[in-house]
């Protein structure tokens, strides 16, 4: 058939566009749905934490892939459950799409980095390159001892 103008051609959905859009985002997998969960999680704990004036906040960039980041997650973990009081932390996996905005923001080159955020969500205190497992303990523990006086 000719058609003489658009106008006159039927408009066919683009079902090709929602096909591969399911596909990257591993739209059927379990794998893909725990990791847009784990993302809605982290986002609004994020969310949570930079609207929460009352307390500071510890950003954590990690990796999966880091044994460094690995090793010291209990730390992390023991950090939050102590200092709950002034502290909120909230861990952002530099691997995924979505912090690509906030690992841009704090110039985030290295993992495990820490951020410490004021009560008004301004960062104060940003950790050094790690090298070894000391050097991120003493990394976090002076980022702890910044938060304290803010």
């Not at 591993?26 to 990791?35: I, Y």
């Not at 994020?46 to 730390?75: G, I, N």
């Not at 690992?103 to 969500?121: A, E, I, N, Q, W």
Request: net charge positive; glycine share 6%; with cysteine.
């Amino acid at each position: 058939f000719f058609f003489p103008c658009r106008e006159g051609m039927p408009q066919l959905p683009n079902l090709w566009g929602e096909v591969w859009s399911r596909a990257k985002v591993g739209w059927k997998s379990a794998r893909g749905r725990r990791r847009r969960e784990s993302q809605e999680k982290a986002s609004g704990e994020l969310a949570a934490a930079l609207d929460d004036h009352k307390r500071c906040t510890l950003l954590s960039f990690y990796s999966p892939k880091c044994r460094l980041c690995r090793h010291v997650a209990p730390k992390l973990d023991q950090v939050a459950a102590e200092e709950s009081g002034w502290l909120r932390t909230v861990s952002l996996d530099v691997g995924n799409e979505a912090w690509i905005p906030e690992v841009s923001y704090y110039s985030v080159g290295y993992v495990p980095c820490f951020v410490m955020l004021d009560k008004k969500g301004s960062a104060r205190y940003k950790t050094i390159h790690p090298k070894d497992y000391d050097t991120v303990h003493r990394s976090l523990t002076e980022a702890i001892s910044e938060g304290r006086k803010l």
